[in-house]
T-cell receptor, first 113, second 114 residues
Framework: KAGVTQTPRYLIKTRGQQVTLSCSPI?????VSWYQQTPGQGLQFLFE???????NKGNFPGRFSGRQFSNSRSEMNVSTLELGDSALYLC????????????FGQGTRLTVV | AQTVTQSQPEMSVQEAETVTLSCTYD???????LFWYKQPPSRQMILVIR??????QNATENRFSVNFQKAAKSFSLKISDSQLGDAAMYFC???????????FGKGTKLTVNP
């Protein structure tokens, strides 16, 4: 059974650009959550999607957005990139909202220069 | 809002010895889950152990066990017979029942010395 797949693994972007990150959950999983990990702020919740609907959103500016497709794959988008957006972005999938276990992907390392 | 605090930024242990990582949390909820995740240099978060708040019995997974003190809002992780492969960042996390949002502590970097 394939795990959670995040693409790309590494990304370098310039300030002001936008970026789209992708997450393919484990087959059959319908809930996808996103987290930002930085040395200073640690792991912070971005948003959660279930059955193509955003169920919860963290305290991030509107430049951060996401969506989920009918096959449960999810994308997150960051517009007008800032240096502070440099981080490891982690995606987690679970069978449904409130499942006891979430499985994480290996993350996308975004560097903004 | 819930918070999770890990007061030990770094810990070290000798191979085959036992180490305990500390975690405290704050919540006004009564029904929730607590987790310990391991993040090795490969960056992938791996679930080590989970505890359901309504279960009084402490969870155990092989060499890993927890000491869950609900009244004290404490959730420590004990690693027995430490192995070199246990070296990683360990994160304590909280989640309300019915939600997918995990609230993480800042992590504890565990070093295992041969």
């Amino acid at each position: 059974k394939a795990g959670v797949t995040q693409t790309p693994r590494y990304l370098i972007k310039t300030r002001g650009q936008q970026v789209t990150l992708s997450c393919s959950p484990i087959s059959g999983h319908r809930s996808v959550s996103w987290y930002q990990q930085t040395p200073g702020q640690g792991l912070q919740f971005l948003f959660e999607y279930f059955s193509e609907t955003q169920r919860n959103k963290g305290n991030f500016p509107g430049r951060f957005s996401g969506r989920q497709f009918s096959n449960s794959r999810s994308e997150m988008n960051v517009s007008t990139l800032e240096l502070g957006d440099s981080a490891l972005y982690l995606c987690a999938s679970s069978l449904r909202t409130g499942s006891t276990e979430a499985f994480f992907g290996q993350g996308t390392r975004l560097t903004v220069v | 809002a819930q918070t999770v605090t890990q007061s030990q930024p770094e810990m070290s242990v000798q191979e085959a010895e036992t180490v305990t990582l500390s975690c405290t949390y704050d919540t006004s909820e009564s029904d929730y889950y607590l987790f310990w995740y391991k993040q090795p240099p490969s960056r992938q978060m791996i679930l080590v152990i989970r505890q359901e708040a309504y279960k009084q019995q402490n969870a155990t997974e092989n060499r890993f066990s927890v000491n869950f003190q609900k009244a004290a809002k404490s959730f420590s992780l004990k690693i027995s017979d430490s192995q070199l492969g246990d070296a990683a960042m360990y994160f304590c996390a909280y989640r309300n029942r019915g939600s997918e949002k995990l609230v993480f502590g800042k992590g504890t970097k565990l070093t295992v010395n041969p």
